[in-house]
């Protein structure tokens, strides 16, 4: 996830500023494993043609759903 925030910039001899800059969050499990798989499924041209998936979308898939079922509702 990323969020927009303004932070303090030093510019070293004269006065600083304030300026907006986009913060990267870390991902979470379910996150980071929907981010693979859609990933995988974008390049993939089995798994963007064919809803059944080939094996290394299957696995993602899987490892994807696994993930939301060990993690706590989103809310």
């Known amino acids: 996830m990323s969020r927009v925030e303004w932070q303090w910039r030093d510019s070293g001899?004269?006065?600083?500023?304030?300026?907006r800059v986009i913060v990267h969050e870390p991902l979470n499990a379910v996150q980071e494993a929907f981010r693979q798989?859609?990933?995988?499924?974008a390049g993939?041209?089995?798994c963007r043609v064919?809803?059944?998936?080939?094996e290394r979308g299957q696995r993602l898939?899987?490892?994807y759903r696994e993930a939301r079922r060990?993690?706590?509702p989103i809310s």
């Open 13 to 19: 001899s004269g006065p600083g500023h304030m300026q």
């Open 37 to 41: 798989w859609l990933t995988h499924a």
């Open 44 to 46: 993939c041209r089995v």
């Open 50 to 54: 064919d809803e059944a998936r080939c």
């Open 61 to 63: 898939q899987a490892a």
């Open 70 to 72: 060990g993690s706590a």
